[in-house]
């Protein structure tokens, strides 16, 4: 294929068309084919199978009944996925004209975009195709540099873990603790189910509120799931960490959403994971952690919050220049080899600064 066919189908949106009816695909395709590239599957679970794999898909339209997963299966998957991509694509669900307002408005709580009625009008089902698939690419370039979630206005995972990155670099260089603590948004899929997306955005929104007015200024906060939210604490000891996922485990549950005039109670589990000092760490290892931590927690019959200290090595953490050279003038013991390479990172600074007289002179030479 050449640039310019490479181009042209670079250019067409992607649309993924959900049915179990071979005559619906068949009249899909024979509407939507030269303005865009298709994606077919026979039921829900092929469906999500195909979101999951192909990152180009702009738009989903869905039929409701079908075998394996159906329509409103669909949709609560997709909308409660952990991918931020996949939970914000464009749902265009495809009814009959036996299914009444009741069916819409159930779709429509469930987290739908729009709806088309079958049989399909070329012209209705191109400008819905391109009206999603054109909102749906406008929305990914306005955000590709973004980090901020739009519903929580906290990072998104993206920022969230950026920020992570560069957190840990810092206290990796001058040997300062981290802590994180992952809260989770306790019968995430059972409160989705009985209240649909609308209030579950509610409840979110709530949880975000609290744990932004919580950490500190230099504290970073993402959400990374749908009912997930993750909170960097560089140079935060485990004790005050501790506390700090205590008090906002009991704020949160102390306080009530009301949802048709009843109050609801709502609850979150944190996973605190603290490295002390000198402990190096990677994002892979402390997220790792977290989630270990965070599996205590949900396990725990007592506790909201599960804690996992991560050690540091003692020699480099208490490293003394002054104390080596004491132990190099006298008779007791050795310098371990830990000890000495970590002396040499510390003083690398200096060296670096020395003229070449200065080194020869340093080595004996």
């Known amino acids: 294929m050449d640039n310019t066919a490479t181009q042209k189908s ?17 009249t899909a395709k024979k509407m939507l084919t030269p303005q865009f590239d298709l994606i077919f599957a026979e039921d829900g679970e092929i469906a999500w199978q195909k979101l999951c794999e192909l990152k180009s898909i702009q738009a989903v339209f869905t039929d409701l009944r079908m075998p394996n997963l159906d329509g409103y299966g669909l949709i609560k998957r997709i909308r409660q996925a952990d991918d931020e ?25 469930l987290g739908a975009s729009d709806f088309i009625c079958k049989p399909f009008k070329a012209s209705e ?8 698939s054109r909102y749906r690419r406008d929305k ?62 509610m409840i979110v929104k709530k949880v975000a509120s609290t744990l932004a007015r919580a950490v500190r200024k230099e504290d970073s906060l993402g959400r990374i ?37 009843k109050a609801l109670q709502i609850s979150v589990s944190a996973g605190v994971v603290a490295a002390l000092h000198g402990s190096e760490r990677n994002a ?20 909201s919050f599960g ?4 050690e540091g090595q003692p020699a480099q953490s208490a490293l003394s220049i002054d104390k080596l050279l004491k132990t190099i003038g006298s008779d007791e013991g050795s310098i371990a080899a830990s000890e000495l390479a970590a002396a040499v990172d510390k003083l690398r600074p200096l060296v670096a600064m020395l003229s070449e007289a200065q080194k020869q002179r340093l080595l004996g030479e």
Do not use: W
């Open 307 to 310: 804690l996992i200290k991560l």
């Open 225 to 261: 799931a749908a009912g997930q939210f993750l909170a960097i604490l560089p140079v935060a000891k485990a004790d005050g960490v501790s506390l700090l996922a205590q008090r906002i485990c009991s704020a949160i549950k102390a306080g009530k959403v009301t949802i048709n005039q």
């Open 140 to 201: 990914i370039a306005l955000n590709k540099n973004a980090e901020i979630d739009l519903l929580t206005n906290t990072l998104n995972a993206e920022g969230v873990y950026k920020r992570l990155e560069k957190d840990i670099s810092f206290v990796n260089r001058h040997g300062e603790p981290i802590a994180l603590v992952l809260f989770e948004l306790d019968n995430t899929a059972a409160l989705y189910r009985e209240f649909g997306k609308k209030t579950m955005d």
């Open 284 to 303: 892979e290892q402390l997220m790792a952690s977290a989630k270990q931590a965070l599996a205590l927690a949900k396990n725990s019959e007592t506790d």
């Open 85 to 109: 991509s996949i939970r914000q694509q464009p749902i265009i669900v495809m009814t009959s004209a036996s299914e009444g307002e009741g069916i819409k408005q159930e779709v429509l709580q």
């Open 125 to 132: 089902l191109i400008a819905r195709a391109e009206a999603h």
């Open 10 to 26: 670079a250019d067409k949106g992607c649309v993924l068309i959900a049915d179990d009816s071979k005559i619906v695909r068949a």
